[in-house]
Structures are given as C-alpha cells and as structure tokens.
C-alpha cells in the first residue's frame, strides 16, 4: 500500500486545516482557525501520508465522523463511525479508492468484526459511488440538522 497511516500532529492538522474545497464540496472545507486544529487533535483524527511524506488526506472516527441530524437520528454503538477527507488538490484523480482501502484496513486492525458506518453529503455522487465499489451500502437519509441538507449514512459489513 502506497499510504501510511500516522497519528495527527500540529503540524499535519495545521496543513489540512488550510485545505479548501470549491463549490458545493466546500462543505468538508474546516474553519481555518485555532478550533479546527483543536478538532483535528482531539484523538479522532489520522493523518494519511504519501511514500515521499506529503500528508494526502485524513481519516477520522467516532463522534467525528458523524453529523448533526435533523430527524433526531442517533448513532447507535454497534458500528464504528469513519469519516476522511482527501487533498483537494488529488480529488478526481483515481486515487480514492486506494486511500479509502488503506483507511478500512487501518480502521479493521484497531476493531476487527466491526462493521463500519459512513456518512456523506447525498450530492456527492464521485463519493457514494467509490463507497459503494469498497462495499457500503446506503441504510438511511437523514437531514443535517442546522443546514437541512440530506445525507446517506451508509455501512459496510467487515470481513
């Protein structure tokens, strides 16, 4: 596998603070501010690092990885939450699905049987149809809770 994953540093989540996605993908962009980088090393964040060392994207868990929802959907604890976020700059490369697979087997170490549950914006068809290709499967639409948009939380069985 061409990606390591590593412990999000200050450094890293100084980087990936500063990334800004365009148009409607702007909505995974982080506030560049001191709070984004405190989310970032709140224990839930991985950094995903390139063989020369560039950090290209980022892998996140638990309480991190969900949404706010608006039909009071609650998480339940029988699945581990993931959430990642490639460099701007390498979306739509044909990189996804090599670093999605590296962030499953990483998340599969750490709870092995486990099944995994995702959550994306429904608009992005590029997203949900990588998730799809590694074995997820859309379970519900739900409604962010402050921006009303609707997202699918989806799951994947662990093998």
Not at 27 to 48: H, P, R, T, V
Not at 136 to 149: C, D, L, P, Q, W
């Amino acid at each position: 596998m061409p990606y390591t994953i590593r412990t999000m540093t200050h450094e890293y989540a100084a980087e990936v603070s500063q990334w800004a996605y365009e148009n409607e993908y702007s909505i995974y962009s982080f506030k560049q501010d001191a709070a984004a980088i405190d989310e970032l090393l709140n224990g839930d964040y991985l950094a995903c690092i390139d063989q020369s060392g560039r950090v290209i994207g980022y892998f996140c868990k638990n309480e991190s990885a969900r949404i706010p929802t608006g039909d009071n959907y609650s998480y339940s604890n029988d699945k581990l939450d993931i959430g990642l976020g490639m460099h701007p700059a390498l979306c739509g490369k044909g990189m996804g699905y090599e670093f999605l697979l590296c962030g499953i087997e990483y998340m599969t170490r750490q709870t092995p049987q486990v099944p995994l549950r995702l959550t994306v914006a429904r608009f992005n068809a590029r997203a949900i149809s990588l998730y799809k290709r590694a074995g997820f499967t859309v379970e519900r639409t739900v409604k962010h809770k402050i921006s009303g948009a609707p997202f699918y939380i989806m799951s994947r069985q662990q093998y």
